[in-house]
């Protein structure tokens, strides 16, 4: 069984809406799919992102272990 969309409503500026229309045509995807798209991007963390976190996570520890 496929999960049924919710239907939400956000109030947006007008400057911030503006922005979202133009990333939305640049993108090839409907307002709508541009703020999804944006918003489950906010959850996940990218690999290159991931390991600069551990790294410095690392690099943090080590220091910490030091004094």
Do not use: C, I, W, Y
């Not at 541009?34 to 690099?59: C, I, M, N, P, W």
């Amino acid at each position: 069984m496929t999960e049924r969309p919710l239907d939400s409503h956000f109030r947006l500026s007008p400057a911030l809406k503006k922005r979202l229309k133009v990333a939305a045509a640049e993108n090839g995807r409907s307002l709508n799919e541009e703020v999804v798209t944006r918003l489950e991007g906010s959850f996940e963390l990218s690999t290159d992102a991931r390991g600069k976190l551990k790294g410095l996570l690392a690099q943090a520890l080590t220091e910490l272990d030091g004094d």
